[in-house]
């Protein structure tokens, strides 16, 4: 069965960093692009992050400069590393699978929680 | 980026009902449109891709279509279990964008 098990979620000083993992099985990481989606507290879906089977990675223009989106294919798991984190990044942070071509998330983890609060 | 305008933003409708949801994107996306259910505290569920093809396991009661850059999600006999909310989705371009959503609960 698919899964997307994510982690390292939790409670966060305004400024501070957060490094979040996507485990994955019964698919590899490395042959799909890889996404990352955000849900802040009541509110709808923000797209955040994808890497590509070629390692590129593009960020939504909220996140620029502050989130990197990596994977390590030896562990076959995605991750989130988040600097400079604002109380606007507070949310439930998902990774999802989007399959080369299809440009759909057919599989997506259960989420994580982020809150930034001082 | 492509905005796409979700409506309504709520309803309410009874078991049976048939229900239809509009996304309109603000440029052309080709059929690069996918709609998803959603329930409280859950990821969302891939329901219709490529604007009207059916995931697998997805009962035949939703549909989807296309009018230029109007989309429909339609559920022809509501069931219990369909109560949710419903997000579309553009992945034509980066950056990948989502409806406001619309939340259909129990009339």
């Known amino acids: 069965e698919v899964q997307l098990v994510e982690s390292g979620g939790g409670l966060i000083q305004p400024g501070g960093s957060l490094r979040l993992s996507c485990v994955v099985s019964?698919?590899?990481?490395?042959?799909?692009?890889m996404n990352w989606v955000r849900q802040a507290p009541g509110k709808g879906l923000e797209w955040v992050s994808v890497?590509?089977?070629?390692?590129?990675?593009y960020h939504a223009d909220s996140v620029k400069g502050r989130f990197t989106t990596s994977r390590d294919n030896s562990k076959n798991t995605l991750y989130l590393q988040m600097n400079s984190l604002k109380a606007e990044d507070t949310a439930v942070y998902y990774c999802?699978?989007?399959?080369?071509?299809?440009?759909?998330?057919?599989?997506w983890g259960q989420g994580t929680l982020v809150t930034v609060s001082s | 980026d492509i905005q796409m305008t979700q409506s309504p933003s709520s309803l309410s409708a009874s078991v049976g009902d048939r229900v239809t949801i509009t996304c309109r994107a603000s440029?052309?996306?080709?059929?690069?449109l996918n709609w998803y259910q959603q329930k409280p505290g859950k990821a969302p569920k891939l329901l219709i891709y490529?604007?009207?093809s059916l995931q697998t396991g997805v009962p035949s009661r939703f549909s989807g279509s296309r009018s230029g850059t109007d989309f429909t999600l339609s559920i022809s006999s509501l069931q219990p279990d369909d109560f949710a909310t419903y997000y579309c989705?553009?992945?034509?371009?980066?950056?990948?964008?989502f409806g406001q959503g619309t939340k259909l609960d129990i009339k």
């Open positions: 999802a699978r989007e399959t080369p071509g299809e440009k759909n998330f057919d599989h």
């Open positions: 440029q052309s996306i080709s059929n690069y």
């Open positions: 890497i590509y089977t070629g390692g590129q990675t």
């Open positions: 989705q553009q992945t034509y371009s980066i950056p990948v964008t």
């Open positions: 490529g604007a009207s």
């Open positions: 019964e698919f590899t990481v490395s042959s799909n692009y």
